[in-house]
Protein backbone atom coordinates (compact mmCIF):
# COMPACT_ATOMS: atom_id res chain seq x y z
CA UNK A 1 0.00 0.00 0.00
CA UNK A 2 1.73 3.65 -0.72
CA UNK A 3 0.56 6.57 0.35
CA UNK A 4 2.17 10.07 0.44
CA UNK A 5 5.27 10.76 2.05
CA UNK A 6 6.05 11.73 5.48
CA UNK A 7 2.32 11.83 6.83
CA UNK A 8 2.69 9.83 9.67
CA UNK A 9 5.72 12.30 10.25
CA UNK A 10 3.68 15.50 9.85
CA UNK A 11 0.00 13.97 11.60
CA UNK A 12 2.27 13.29 14.71
CA UNK A 13 4.37 16.81 14.61
CA UNK A 14 3.23 19.81 12.41
CA UNK A 15 1.68 22.13 14.65
CA UNK A 16 2.80 20.42 17.63
CA UNK A 17 6.16 22.11 18.50
CA UNK A 18 6.76 21.99 22.34
CA UNK A 19 8.61 25.25 22.30
CA UNK A 20 5.32 27.12 21.52
CA UNK A 21 4.26 26.37 25.25
CA UNK A 22 5.39 27.94 28.12
CA UNK A 23 6.55 24.42 29.60
CA UNK A 24 7.58 22.69 26.27
CA UNK A 25 4.84 20.13 26.53
CA UNK A 26 5.03 17.29 23.95
CA UNK A 27 0.93 17.25 23.89
CA UNK A 28 -0.68 20.90 23.19
CA UNK A 29 -2.42 22.13 25.94
CA UNK A 30 -6.46 22.74 26.01
CA UNK A 31 -6.87 26.75 26.44
CA UNK A 32 -10.05 26.95 27.90
CA UNK A 33 -10.30 30.92 28.18
CA UNK A 34 -13.10 32.58 26.48
CA UNK A 35 -10.91 35.95 26.49
CA UNK A 36 -7.36 36.98 26.70
CA UNK A 37 -5.79 40.16 28.65
CA UNK A 38 -4.54 43.05 26.25
CA UNK A 39 -1.34 45.04 27.22
CA UNK A 40 -2.64 47.63 25.47
CA UNK A 41 -6.10 48.83 24.08
CA UNK A 42 -6.40 46.96 20.96
CA UNK A 43 -3.36 45.50 20.94
CA UNK A 44 -3.72 41.88 21.62
CA UNK A 45 -0.65 39.01 22.22
CA UNK A 46 -2.07 36.80 19.54
CA UNK A 47 -6.10 36.45 20.08
CA UNK A 48 -8.65 38.55 21.50
CA UNK A 49 -11.75 36.63 22.01
CA UNK A 50 -11.88 32.61 21.44
CA UNK A 51 -14.42 32.62 18.51
CA UNK A 52 -12.03 34.64 16.56
CA UNK A 53 -8.88 32.11 17.33
CA UNK A 54 -8.12 29.98 20.02
CA UNK A 55 -4.68 28.23 20.69
CA UNK A 56 -5.94 24.91 20.35
CA UNK A 57 -8.21 25.16 17.48
CA UNK A 58 -4.89 26.75 16.07
CA UNK A 59 -2.91 23.84 16.39
CA UNK A 60 -5.43 21.22 14.83
CA UNK A 61 -6.19 24.02 11.85
CA UNK A 62 -2.26 23.69 10.96
CA UNK A 63 -1.98 20.10 11.20
CA UNK A 64 -5.24 19.14 8.84
CA UNK A 65 -3.68 21.90 6.37
CA UNK A 66 0.27 19.93 6.37
CA UNK A 67 -2.27 16.51 5.99
CA UNK A 68 -4.09 18.20 3.04
CA UNK A 69 -0.50 19.42 1.58
CA UNK A 70 -2.66 23.31 1.61
CA UNK A 71 -1.89 26.25 2.93
CA UNK A 72 -4.78 26.97 4.88
CA UNK A 73 -7.46 25.16 7.22
CA UNK A 74 -10.75 26.42 9.24
CA UNK A 75 -12.48 24.32 11.55
CA UNK A 76 -16.55 24.62 12.49
CA UNK A 77 -18.93 23.05 14.45
CA UNK A 78 -19.76 20.27 12.56
CA UNK A 79 -19.29 19.31 8.77
CA UNK A 80 -22.90 20.85 7.76
CA UNK A 81 -21.51 24.48 9.53
CA UNK A 82 -18.65 23.79 7.52
CA UNK A 83 -20.54 23.20 4.04
CA UNK A 84 -22.94 26.57 5.14
CA UNK A 85 -20.21 28.42 5.75
CA UNK A 86 -18.59 27.81 1.85
CA UNK A 87 -22.00 28.15 0.50
CA UNK A 88 -22.29 31.35 2.54
CA UNK A 89 -19.42 32.76 -0.23
CA UNK A 90 -22.08 32.93 -2.54
CA UNK A 91 -24.80 35.72 -3.46
CA UNK A 92 -28.26 35.57 -4.90
CA UNK A 93 -28.67 34.48 -8.24
CA UNK A 94 -25.55 32.31 -8.39
CA UNK A 95 -25.37 28.72 -9.77
CA UNK A 96 -24.22 25.54 -8.00
CA UNK A 97 -23.61 22.51 -10.13
CA UNK A 98 -23.92 19.68 -7.53
CA UNK A 99 -23.29 15.83 -7.92
CA UNK A 100 -26.88 13.89 -7.70
CA UNK A 101 -25.35 11.69 -4.94
CA UNK A 102 -24.41 13.35 -1.83
CA UNK A 103 -25.15 13.21 1.58
CA UNK A 104 -28.65 13.80 2.91
CA UNK A 105 -27.90 16.35 4.99
CA UNK A 106 -25.61 18.32 2.38
CA UNK A 107 -28.35 18.13 -0.27
CA UNK A 108 -30.93 18.97 2.16
CA UNK A 109 -29.43 22.24 2.82
CA UNK A 110 -28.88 23.29 -0.43
CA UNK A 111 -32.92 22.23 -1.40
CA UNK A 112 -34.12 23.86 1.59
CA UNK A 113 -31.91 26.57 2.97
CA UNK A 114 -29.65 28.02 0.13
CA UNK A 115 -32.21 27.58 -2.47
CA UNK A 116 -35.40 29.33 -1.10
CA UNK A 117 -33.94 31.48 1.35
CA UNK A 118 -30.92 32.57 0.11
CA UNK A 119 -31.72 32.78 -3.80
CA UNK A 120 -29.05 29.82 -5.00
CA UNK A 121 -29.80 28.31 -8.22
CA UNK A 122 -28.72 24.52 -7.81
CA UNK A 123 -28.50 21.16 -10.91
CA UNK A 124 -27.94 18.04 -9.38
CA UNK A 125 -26.07 15.97 -12.24
CA UNK A 126 -24.50 12.52 -12.58
CA UNK A 127 -20.89 13.96 -12.45
CA UNK A 128 -19.50 10.66 -13.06
CA UNK A 129 -19.66 11.64 -16.57
CA UNK A 130 -18.11 15.15 -17.42
CA UNK A 131 -20.50 15.66 -19.89
CA UNK A 132 -23.20 16.10 -17.98
CA UNK A 133 -20.82 18.68 -16.28
CA UNK A 134 -20.40 20.86 -19.80
CA UNK A 135 -24.06 20.85 -20.16
CA UNK A 136 -25.20 22.24 -16.71
CA UNK A 137 -22.71 24.88 -16.51
CA UNK A 138 -24.40 28.24 -17.31
CA UNK A 139 -23.29 31.89 -17.04
CA UNK A 140 -24.07 32.36 -13.69
CA UNK A 141 -22.68 28.94 -12.63
CA UNK A 142 -20.09 30.03 -9.26
CA UNK A 143 -19.31 26.59 -7.60
CA UNK A 144 -19.06 22.91 -8.42
CA UNK A 145 -19.38 20.78 -5.50
CA UNK A 146 -19.02 16.60 -4.88
CA UNK A 147 -17.78 13.90 -3.34
CA UNK A 148 -15.47 11.26 -4.20
CA UNK A 149 -16.61 8.65 -3.65
CA UNK A 150 -20.29 9.62 -2.82
CA UNK A 151 -22.37 8.88 0.11
CA UNK A 152 -23.88 6.31 -0.09
CA UNK A 153 -23.59 5.22 -3.86
CA UNK A 154 -19.70 5.06 -3.94
CA UNK A 155 -19.67 6.68 -7.09
CA UNK A 156 -16.12 7.74 -8.31
CA UNK A 157 -15.78 11.19 -9.51
CA UNK A 158 -12.88 12.27 -11.83
CA UNK A 159 -11.76 15.12 -9.94
CA UNK A 160 -8.65 16.13 -12.06
CA UNK A 161 -11.47 16.02 -15.14
CA UNK A 162 -13.90 17.69 -13.56
CA UNK A 163 -11.89 20.51 -12.76
CA UNK A 164 -10.54 20.90 -16.30
CA UNK A 165 -13.72 21.67 -17.32
CA UNK A 166 -15.20 23.46 -15.11
CA UNK A 167 -12.44 26.34 -15.19
CA UNK A 168 -12.54 26.23 -19.22
CA UNK A 169 -15.98 27.10 -18.94
CA UNK A 170 -14.89 29.81 -16.15
CA UNK A 171 -11.49 30.35 -13.97
CA UNK A 172 -14.00 31.51 -11.28
CA UNK A 173 -15.86 28.82 -10.63
CA UNK A 174 -14.91 27.19 -7.71
CA UNK A 175 -14.70 23.36 -7.27
CA UNK A 176 -15.61 21.98 -3.96
CA UNK A 177 -14.47 18.18 -3.19
CA UNK A 178 -16.24 16.61 -0.08
CA UNK A 179 -13.44 14.30 0.75
CA UNK A 180 -14.79 12.68 3.76
CA UNK A 181 -15.19 9.13 2.43
CA UNK A 182 -11.22 8.89 2.26
CA UNK A 183 -9.24 11.51 4.62
CA UNK A 184 -5.93 13.05 3.31
CA UNK A 185 -4.55 10.10 3.89
CA UNK A 186 -5.67 8.22 0.70
CA UNK A 187 -7.05 11.34 -1.37
CA UNK A 188 -5.64 15.18 -2.09
CA UNK A 189 -8.24 16.92 -3.97
CA UNK A 190 -6.19 20.01 -3.92
CA UNK A 191 -3.41 18.57 -5.54
CA UNK A 192 -5.46 17.29 -8.45
CA UNK A 193 -6.62 20.58 -9.13
CA UNK A 194 -9.78 21.29 -6.71
CA UNK A 195 -10.29 24.79 -4.65
CA UNK A 196 -11.45 23.66 -1.44
CA UNK A 197 -11.69 20.52 0.26
CA UNK A 198 -14.47 19.86 2.92
CA UNK A 199 -14.59 16.82 5.67
CA UNK A 200 -16.90 16.11 8.06
CA UNK A 201 -14.44 15.76 10.75
CA UNK A 202 -16.49 13.91 13.06
CA UNK A 203 -15.81 10.46 10.94
CA UNK A 204 -12.30 8.73 9.67
CA UNK A 205 -10.16 12.46 10.72
CA UNK A 206 -11.46 12.22 14.45
CA UNK A 207 -11.88 8.60 14.01
CA UNK A 208 -13.61 7.90 17.40
CA UNK A 209 -17.16 8.75 17.59
CA UNK A 210 -17.03 11.04 20.17
CA UNK A 211 -16.42 14.44 18.38
CA UNK A 212 -18.88 16.80 15.95
CA UNK A 213 -16.80 18.82 13.58
CA UNK A 214 -16.31 20.29 10.03
CA UNK A 215 -13.04 21.66 8.14
CA UNK A 216 -12.82 23.41 4.95
CA UNK A 217 -9.02 23.35 3.35
CA UNK A 218 -8.10 25.63 0.41
CA UNK A 219 -4.63 26.97 -1.07
CA UNK A 220 -6.37 30.24 -1.73
CA UNK A 221 -5.52 33.38 0.76
CA UNK A 222 -9.12 34.74 -0.45
CA UNK A 223 -11.27 32.38 0.29
CA UNK A 224 -9.51 31.71 3.67
CA UNK A 225 -10.46 35.17 4.91
CA UNK A 226 -13.79 34.11 4.16
CA UNK A 227 -13.72 31.47 6.05
CA UNK A 228 -12.09 32.94 8.83
CA UNK A 229 -14.70 36.06 8.94
CA UNK A 230 -17.51 33.00 8.67
CA UNK A 231 -15.60 31.29 12.33
CA UNK A 232 -15.81 35.32 13.53
CA UNK A 233 -19.11 36.70 12.28
CA UNK A 234 -21.36 33.52 12.35
CA UNK A 235 -19.70 31.74 15.21
CA UNK A 236 -20.13 28.36 14.59
CA UNK A 237 -16.85 27.02 15.94
CA UNK A 238 -15.96 23.85 17.75
CA UNK A 239 -14.48 23.97 21.59
CA UNK A 240 -11.32 23.84 22.23
CA UNK A 241 -11.30 20.33 24.03
CA UNK A 242 -13.15 19.04 21.03
CA UNK A 243 -10.28 20.45 18.54
CA UNK A 244 -7.91 18.37 21.55
CA UNK A 245 -9.95 15.40 21.52
CA UNK A 246 -9.33 15.15 16.74
CA UNK A 247 -5.47 16.57 17.40
CA UNK A 248 -5.70 13.26 19.32
CA UNK A 249 -7.01 11.47 17.19
CA UNK A 250 -4.92 12.89 14.11
CA UNK A 251 -2.20 11.07 15.77
CA UNK A 252 -3.42 7.50 14.47
CA UNK A 253 -4.97 8.40 11.38
CA UNK A 254 -2.57 6.85 9.21
CA UNK A 255 -2.63 3.29 11.24
CA UNK A 256 -6.17 3.44 11.30
CA UNK A 257 -6.84 4.06 7.49
CA UNK A 258 -4.53 1.15 6.64
CA UNK A 259 -6.75 -1.01 8.76
CA UNK A 260 -9.90 0.04 7.69
CA UNK A 261 -8.50 -0.81 4.38
CA UNK A 262 -7.16 -3.94 4.66
CA UNK A 263 -10.74 -5.42 6.79
CA UNK A 264 -12.83 -3.51 4.03
CA UNK A 265 -11.55 -4.80 0.89
CA UNK A 266 -11.60 -8.76 2.74
CA UNK A 267 -15.61 -7.72 3.62
CA UNK A 268 -15.99 -6.52 0.03
CA UNK A 269 -14.90 -9.47 -1.62
CA UNK A 270 -16.59 -11.96 0.52
CA UNK A 271 -20.07 -10.05 0.70
CA UNK A 272 -19.48 -9.82 -3.67
CA UNK A 273 -19.16 -13.62 -3.19
CA UNK A 274 -22.12 -14.28 -1.73
CA UNK A 275 -25.24 -15.43 -2.86
CA UNK A 276 -27.42 -13.83 -1.21
CA UNK A 277 -26.07 -10.09 -2.26
CA UNK A 278 -27.65 -8.41 -5.71
CA UNK A 279 -24.19 -6.37 -5.76
CA UNK A 280 -21.37 -4.58 -4.04
CA UNK A 281 -20.12 -1.01 -4.42
CA UNK A 282 -16.65 -0.68 -3.33
CA UNK A 283 -14.16 1.47 -5.53
CA UNK A 284 -11.45 -0.82 -4.74
CA UNK A 285 -12.85 -3.85 -6.26
CA UNK A 286 -12.29 -4.68 -10.07
CA UNK A 287 -16.00 -4.69 -10.60
CA UNK A 288 -16.51 -1.23 -9.62
CA UNK A 289 -17.70 0.99 -12.59
CA UNK A 290 -14.98 3.84 -12.23
CA UNK A 291 -12.03 1.39 -10.87
CA UNK A 292 -9.92 2.99 -12.81
CA UNK A 293 -10.58 6.46 -12.14
CA UNK A 294 -10.52 5.49 -8.46
CA UNK A 295 -7.28 3.67 -8.66
CA UNK A 296 -5.83 7.33 -10.36
CA UNK A 297 -6.33 9.13 -8.12
CA UNK A 298 -6.02 7.98 -5.00
CA UNK A 299 -4.00 5.75 -2.68
CA UNK A 300 -6.51 3.10 -0.84
CA UNK A 301 -10.23 2.97 -0.19
CA UNK A 302 -11.52 3.76 2.87
CA UNK A 303 -13.89 1.20 5.43
CA UNK A 304 -16.86 2.67 3.29
CA UNK A 305 -18.98 -0.04 1.31
CA UNK A 306 -22.57 0.27 0.29
CA UNK A 307 -24.40 -3.37 -1.43
CA UNK A 308 -27.71 -4.72 -2.07
CA UNK A 309 -29.38 -7.58 -0.44
CA UNK A 310 -31.77 -10.19 -2.45
CA UNK A 311 -34.56 -8.63 -0.85
CA UNK A 312 -36.70 -5.82 0.02
CA UNK A 313 -37.60 -3.61 3.21
CA UNK A 314 -38.50 -6.75 5.88
CA UNK A 315 -34.95 -8.46 4.67
CA UNK A 316 -32.87 -5.38 5.21
CA UNK A 317 -34.31 -4.92 8.82
CA UNK A 318 -33.82 -8.17 9.63
CA UNK A 319 -30.21 -8.14 8.49
CA UNK A 320 -29.79 -5.18 10.27
CA UNK A 321 -31.48 -6.38 13.87
CA UNK A 322 -29.37 -9.08 13.40
CA UNK A 323 -25.85 -7.98 13.70
CA UNK A 324 -24.01 -8.12 16.63
CA UNK A 325 -20.57 -6.90 15.93
CA UNK A 326 -21.61 -4.10 13.43
CA UNK A 327 -23.81 -1.40 14.92
CA UNK A 328 -27.14 -0.26 14.06
CA UNK A 329 -26.22 3.32 13.68
CA UNK A 330 -25.66 6.53 11.60
CA UNK A 331 -22.40 8.01 11.15
CA UNK A 332 -19.34 6.18 9.83
CA UNK A 333 -15.07 6.32 9.81
CA UNK A 334 -15.22 5.49 13.68
CA UNK A 335 -12.71 2.43 14.75
CA UNK A 336 -15.85 0.89 15.24
CA UNK A 337 -18.27 -1.22 12.50
CA UNK A 338 -21.59 0.16 11.48
CA UNK A 339 -24.13 -0.37 9.62
CA UNK A 340 -27.60 1.38 7.94
CA UNK A 341 -30.04 1.53 5.62
CA UNK A 342 -29.66 4.82 3.60
CA UNK A 343 -33.40 4.96 2.37
CA UNK A 344 -35.02 5.52 5.60
CA UNK A 345 -32.06 6.75 8.31
CA UNK A 346 -29.32 8.79 6.43
CA UNK A 347 -30.87 10.13 2.83
CA UNK A 348 -34.50 9.53 4.05
CA UNK A 349 -34.91 13.48 3.28
CA UNK A 350 -33.54 13.12 0.08
CA UNK A 351 -37.46 12.74 -1.81
CA UNK A 352 -38.48 9.85 -2.51
CA UNK A 353 -38.81 9.91 -6.56
CA UNK A 354 -35.15 11.28 -6.15
CA UNK A 355 -34.41 8.19 -4.21
CA UNK A 356 -35.95 5.83 -6.42
CA UNK A 357 -33.74 7.34 -9.52
CA UNK A 358 -30.38 6.93 -7.54
CA UNK A 359 -30.80 3.56 -6.37
CA UNK A 360 -31.34 4.40 -2.92
CA UNK A 361 -33.29 1.74 -2.55
CA UNK A 362 -34.83 -0.16 0.78
CA UNK A 363 -32.43 -3.34 0.07
CA UNK A 364 -29.08 -0.57 0.09
CA UNK A 365 -26.92 -1.30 2.92
CA UNK A 366 -24.36 1.03 3.72
CA UNK A 367 -21.72 -0.29 6.25
CA UNK A 368 -18.52 1.36 7.42
CA UNK A 369 -15.82 -1.36 8.18
CA UNK A 370 -14.05 -1.01 11.32
CA UNK A 371 -10.42 -2.25 12.74
CA UNK A 372 -12.21 -5.34 14.59
CA UNK A 373 -10.81 -8.50 13.97
CA UNK A 374 -11.36 -9.65 10.24
CA UNK A 375 -12.83 -12.95 11.05
CA UNK A 376 -15.40 -11.38 13.52
CA UNK A 377 -16.86 -9.01 11.14
CA UNK A 378 -17.29 -11.74 8.38
CA UNK A 379 -18.61 -13.84 10.34
CA UNK A 380 -21.17 -11.41 12.33
CA UNK A 381 -21.83 -10.53 8.93
CA UNK A 382 -22.92 -14.23 7.84
CA UNK A 383 -24.99 -15.32 10.44
CA UNK A 384 -27.06 -11.72 10.01
CA UNK A 385 -27.31 -12.64 6.12
CA UNK A 386 -29.03 -16.11 7.17
CA UNK A 387 -31.37 -14.61 9.36
CA UNK A 388 -32.71 -12.10 6.59
CA UNK A 389 -32.33 -14.44 3.67
CA UNK A 390 -32.60 -18.08 5.09
CA UNK A 391 -32.86 -19.82 1.51
CA UNK A 392 -31.32 -18.58 -1.61
Same mark, same amino acid.
Given at each position: ?S ?7 ? *? @??V ?14 P ?8 Q ?5 P ?24 D????? %?????L ?8 ? $?K ?8 DD?Y ?5 ? @? ?13 ? %? ?6 ? $? ?5 P ?7 ? &? =?S ?6 V ?5 V ?5 A ?18 ? =???? !? ?10 ? @?N ?13 ND ?9 Q????? %? ?30 A?Y ?7 E????? *? ?20 I ?10 SR?? $????? %??T??? &?L ?5 L ?5 I?T ?8 ? *?? $? !? @? ?9 G?E???D ?16
Amino acid at each position: MSTFPHFGTA *A @IHVGQEPEQWDMNQVVPPISMSSTYKQDQPGEPKGHDYSRAGNPTRDVLQKNLAALEDAKHCQ %VFASGLAATSAIINL $LKTGDHIVCSDDVYGGTQRY @IRRVAVPNHGLEVDS %VDLTDVKN $LEKAIKPNTKMVWFE &S =PSNPLLKVVDIAAVVQVAKKANPEIFVVVDNTFMSPYFQR =PISL !GADVVVHSITKY @INGHSDVVMGAVITDNDEFQQHLFFMQLAVGA %VPSPFDCFLVNRGLKTLHIRMRAHYENALAVAKYLEANDRIESVLYP *ALESHPQHQVHQKQTKGMSGMISFYLKGELQQSRSF $LSALK %VFTLAE &SLGGYESLAELPSIMTHASVPAETR *AV $L !G @ITDNLIRISVGIEDLDDLIADLDQALKIAIPKV
